[in-house]
Structures are given as C-alpha cells and as structure tokens.
C-alpha cells in the first residue's frame, strides 16, 4: 500500500467523504427508536467502511470520529431536558456538554478504525468480515465499561423488530450488533465484486435469527395478574415536600381501584421521600395488601444512618410469602439497592470541587451511595424478581449476575420524567424490551411518567401506557424458570468469536 498516494486521493475527496459520512452517520440514528428504520443500520454501516477504503489510519479516525457525531448527536440530544429543565443550565451550555459526551463517545469506533487501516489496510473479506467487527465489537464493549460505561447506542437495538433478535437469548445485544457489522460488510463486498454469493451471508443470519426465535429457552409456569401503576406525577413537583401527600393519595386510589390483582408494582421513587420517614405509612399500606392478598413491590430512598449512605431502593412488601408468614419490616433485606448509579444524576464525581460551580451538579437525590452488584432477588407473593432501577437496564452483562435458574420475573422501575417527551424513554423501553428477549423472561416496567410497559419472554408487548397519562396497567403473563445460554455464559462466546476470528485473520496475513 502506497500511503502517500492513498493520502493524496484523500485529500482530493475529502469534502465528498466528510460529507457522505456525516450523511450515513445522521442516518442510522434513525435506526433506533422511536423511528425504528432498522434497515437504515445496514445502509449506513456498509456506507462508512466504503470510506474506509484505502486510506490512512488517521483518515479513517477522523471519518469515523465524524460518523458517530453525527449519529450520537441527534439521537442522545434528550439529555439536555434534565440539563436546561431541571439542571438550571442555559441551553448553549448544555449543547456543548451533550456535544462533549457525543464526542468522547465517538472515539471509541475512531479507535477502532484507525487500528483497521493501520494494521489491515488491503481490502478484502478478512479485513472485512475477520477484522472490523471484531474491533466494532471491542469499542462497543469500551464504550459499555470505561467510565462507568455508557452503552445506550450499540446498534443490536436498532434490530429490536426483526429476526436478528433471535441471537439475544444466545449472544446477548451485542450478537445482534455483531449480526448486523456482518451483514454491512458482505453488502460492500457485493459492491465491490458484484456476486450475489456474498448476499447469501445476511441471508443465511436472517434466516437462522428467525430460526432461533421459534426456541423457548425458559420453561413457563402460573399466570399472575399484574397491576402496573403509573401517576404521571410532574417531575417539578415530584421532590416538593408539600406534594408527598397528594402523591401518595393518587397513587393509593389507583391501587384501591385494582385491589384484584396478584402483584401491584409502583415506579422509581414513587414514594417520594425517605424509608426512615415514611414507617407508618409502609406498615399500614403492607397490611393492607397482606389482608387482600396482594403482593406489593414500590421505589422508595433509605438512609443507613449507620453508614451514612443514602440509597435509591425498591422494596418488595404485601404478600410476600403465599402463605402469608413474612410481613414488612423497616430495613428488611427484601429490597434492592440501586449498584449502578447515573452520574451527575446520582452520584458526582468529584463533588466537593463541582457542585459550587453551578446548579447543574445539585440536583434532587444526587448523592447516592451504590448497592452491591449481587443482590437477593426480590419476593413478592412467593415469586422472584430480578430487579433493575432505571438506568440498570443498560448493563445486562450486570443483571445477568442476578438472574437465576428459579428467578421468574424481571422488574424495572423507572422515572423518565427528567427527559420529557424527548427520544430518551422510547429508546429506554425498548433497550429494557432487549433485556426480556436475552433473559427470556418476562419484563415488567412501571414507570412514574411512561412509558410503563410489560413484555413476555419473547419481548412481545402485553401492554402499554404513553407518556403522561395517569393510569394503571393491567397484564397478566406467566412465571418463568430457568435460564437462556445468555444468562449463563455471558460474552464468554463472543469473546471467543472474536479471538479466533482476530487470530485467523493474523494467520492469514501472514499468508
């Protein structure tokens, strides 16, 4: 390869590649929710490794760097509501930090391109189909734990309505994402050689997606009749002291009006005030639900005076024995405690040196102390939840480790309030619907504004609330046992994917 010669034909191109990747990138955010155009995905990725072509590794960071900007961007813009509404800061300031996260975000897939054309310059399949998914897969993962991770965006969410889900309960997301990095290749490689035999290739995991998608993985037991509760409560007033009150009465007249249900769940925070202080009132609603029978599973904060750690809780009450034998206790270890926390939102780092500098780093219920990473599933009328509060449902290599063979349910309680009517909620359902087809489990989300949801073992939707609307979700599914290969392995097979296809790729190099 004559890198002076590539970098001249760069140069003279440049706009016209500038440009086009800028294109593709913008394209593929229209992949995920809530445009879902998931054939965009297939487009705008064999779009970037046609730039990619025969130019030099830092050519092809600054493309890439540029592609995902114009991905991310667009589609991660919603973070601003929390910054400007409720963060107190001007909207120029908080374009320039999304704009900041955007581009730290984007390094990872400029990483992984230059390393591409640094050591797998020639074109080809092995640089194709060998290499550049294997290096997409390694910057996904980056971008999914440095820093406590951020892994929002990876592309198997953009396929959450196709056949390629059908790799979850095996691979997990990131064989989807896999999935699609190979089909975007073998469709430039068409390009490049004209023969249909490459096509054969997205064909072949189309078809063996649909395949894997006919299996059960998980073995289905009792229906339970769940009452979803969503008080669309303003996220301005939600933290207002004065309105705890007509908080708490909303939410106790829509669960009186569905006192018929087997397990009522209400959302993140939904009390919204500290366990220490709200004693009585947990003590009085759990024997309530005891004395009709109903399992009882709510978001509320502790404060471990011991430790002087405040915690962002779900607590499993009511009914939680069949029998009846275990009632709510202040402090009990039926609860979950949120292990993986927002920063900024939750926690923030370096505190002491950020909080006087703007409003922005004092926000509500942001000094929390993290959980454990395991954690007992929660009980409720003899059943087992899985538990994950909000933005836990990014990290299911972490949920993974609390899901057991005799785990039935998975929980998410959430608060999208802080987003608004953006785009944020609707890509956090269907990231928590992933969830359900890895695990093979039935979801259940109760939100505090939308978008409550339930989906089977198979991520098909049982039920649905919109975004602010007051109202009580009723579905009923089956409990679940057992576990999706998943479940068990983890990444571990993917890992292995990669290392053998990076090792016969060296090999044939060599070659």
């Known amino acids: ?74 589609s991660l813009w919603w973070i601003h509501v929390s910054m400007t509404e409720f963060g107190g800061l001007p909207l120029p ?16 897939p400029a990483i992984a391109a230059w390393l591409l054309n640094r050591f797998f310059p020639k074109s080809g399949y092995v640089r194709l189909l060998l290499v550049f998914p294997v290096l997409w897969l390694f910057s996904d993962w980056a971008i999914g734990h ?95 002291p004065n309105n705890i009150k007509p908080t708490l009465v909303r939410y106790l007249d829509l669960t009186r009006a569905n006192n018929d249900a087997d397990i009522v769940i209400w959302p993140e925070s939904a009390i919204p005030a500290l366990e220490n202080e709200m004693r009585e009132f947990m003590i009085n609603i759990d024997d309530a639900m005891r004395s009709q029978h109903i399992g009882f599973i709510t978001g509320i904060q502790y404060y471990d005076q011991s430790e002087d750690h405040y915690y962002n809780a779900v607590i499993g009450s009511g009914l939680i024995d069949k029998d009846g034998h275990q009632t709510y206790q202040y402090g009990q270890k039926n609860r979950w405690y949120k292990a993986h926390l927002v920063p900024v939102g939750e926690f923030v780092p370096f ?27 929660i009980l409720s009328k003899g059943y087992r939840f899985a538990t994950a509060i909000c933005y836990e449902t990014e990290f299911s290599e972490e949920m993974r480790k609390n899901i057991h063979t005799d ?36 979801l259940l989300r109760a939100t505090n504004s939308g978008v409550t949801v339930a989906f089977d073992g198979k991520g098909h939707t049982l039920g649905i609330i919109p975004q602010f609307k007051e109202g009580v979700l009723r579905v009923k599914t089956k409990a679940t046992t057992g576990t999706t290969p998943y479940t068990q392995w983890g990444s571990i097979p993917l890992i292995g994917f990669c290392i053998l296809s990076l090792l016969t790729s060296i090999f044939l190099r060599r070659r």
């Open 1 to 74: 390869m004559n890198w002076n010669n590539s970098s001249h034909r760069y140069q003279s191109h440049s706009k016209y590649a500038l440009w086009s990747v800028l294109f593709f990138g913008a394209l593929l955010s229209f992949a995920f929710a809530p445009y879902k155009w998931w054939p965009l995905a297939f487009i705008s990725m064999a779009g970037l490794l046609y730039f990619l072509e025969n130019i030099s590794p830092k050519a092809a960071f600054k493309l890439t760097w540029l592609f995902a900007m114009a991905m991310n961007l667009p």
């Open 146 to 240: 440095i820093l406590t991770g951020f892994p929002w965006m990876w592309l198997g969410y953009s396929q959450i309505d196709n056949w390629l889900t059908g790799y979850a309960p095996i691979f997990g997301v990131q064989g989807v994402t896999l999935a699609v990095v190979l089909s975007a290749a073998t469709l430039l490689l068409f390009i490049q050689n004209r023969q249909l035999l490459w096509l054969l290739i997205p064909a072949f995991l189309f078809v063996i997606g649909y395949g894997l998608q006919t299996q059960r993985w998980t073995t289905e037991g009792d229906e339970v009749d769940f009452a979803l509760v969503q008080g669309n409560i303003a996220q301005s007033l939600k933290w207002d």
């Open 351 to 377: 505190g002491d040196l950020l909080r006087p500098i703007a409003p922005f780093f004092n926000m509500p219920m942001s000094s929390f102390s993290a959980g454990n990473e395991v954690q007992p599933n």
């Open 93 to 108: 300031v908080a374009f320039l930090l999304v704009a900041l996260l955007c581009s730290y975000l984007s390094l990872y």
């Open 407 to 442: 785990t039935q349910f998975l929980v998410n309680v959430s608060n999208d309030s802080w987003f608004g009517s953006s785009d944020g909620p609707l890509q956090h359902m269907e990231i928590a619907r992933m969830r359900a087809m890895e695990f093979g489990k039935p």
